[in-house]
């Protein structure tokens, strides 16, 4: 593959990857304030029982778990683009960041599918299959699968992919200097933080949409090359016969 095909190659799964990963964050982030209306874990069993007693909000906790899958997806999308964009500017990737990018991206989506349908599975049941109202003790216990899958393992994956992933950027020389300290501080975060406040799942969209921003500098920069112009054939130069 040419320069200029390269660069055009790099430019289009960026700016896919950049598309994918804001969408990614706002379906995120309004999953999240939908399911938020969920008793949380601390609360008490009355809040429990009058919250699945006849709640209104339990329609926004089943639109919010509707939600997820295609948060999920749009960042399945984001993922493989930025790994079409790191495969075209670094052919020969450390194996192990690139390898644990694809693990970790992977596990995030997984378990944040299983944590969220726990969280809202009561709901759900209650509000579309019209179940009778589950005891408190036991919404309490899908509540705490549903925040132990999210906040302790989901929540380390897309560290690990954060971290994974401003590494190899920074390789490529997508990321300078100051937003990848930032990129390293929030991959961190996720992957120390000890906490199930739901606002501190925020982190990863906002790691995203850092990423995503300069996702589109390098398209725009890689559409604004000049093509390469092509070589003028060489004469040969005939000796003089005299």
């Known amino acids: 593959m040419t320069a200029p095909d390269n660069a055009a190659a790099?430019?289009?799964?960026?700016?896919?990857?950049?598309?994918?990963?804001?969408v990614f964050a706002v379906l995120f982030v309004v999953a999240l304030v939908l399911m938020h209306r969920a008793p949380k874990l601390a609360d008490p069993d009355a809040t429990y029982a009058a919250f699945y007693a006849g709640g209104g909000d339990q329609l926004f906790v089943a639109i919010g778990l509707y939600l997820v899958p295609f948060a999920g997806i749009a960042f399945l999308w984001h993922m493989t683009a930025m790994r079409d964009v790191l495969d075209t500017l670094t052919p020969t990737p450390t194996a192990m960041a690139h390898g644990l990018n694809l693990l970790a991206g992977v596990i995030f989506v997984i378990l944040l599918f299983a944590g969220t349908a726990a969280v809202g599975a009561v709901a759900f049941g209650i509000y579309f299959g019209h179940t009778p109202a589950e005891d408190p003790a036991a919404a309490r216990a899908f509540t705490g699968l549903g925040?132990?899958?999210?906040?302790i393992f989901a929540v380390r994956g897309a560290g690990m992919f954060a971290l994974t992933t401003t590494t190899l950027l920074r390789t490529a020389k997508v990321l300078p200097t100051i937003p990848a300290?930032?990129?390293y501080l929030l991959a961190a975060f996720l992957l120390l933080a000890v906490t199930n406040n739901p606002a501190a799942l925020l982190v990863f969209p906002a790691w995203v949409v850092l990423i995503s921003v300069f996702l589109l500098r390098h398209a725009a920069a890689s559409r604004s090359l000049p093509a390469a112009l092509p070589t003028p054939p060489t004469r040969i130069r005939r000796s003089d016969p005299s």
């Open 181 to 183: 300290v930032v990129a």
């Open 147 to 151: 925040y132990g899958l999210v906040f």
């Open 10 to 22: 790099s430019a289009a799964a960026a700016r896919i990857a950049a598309i994918s990963g804001l």
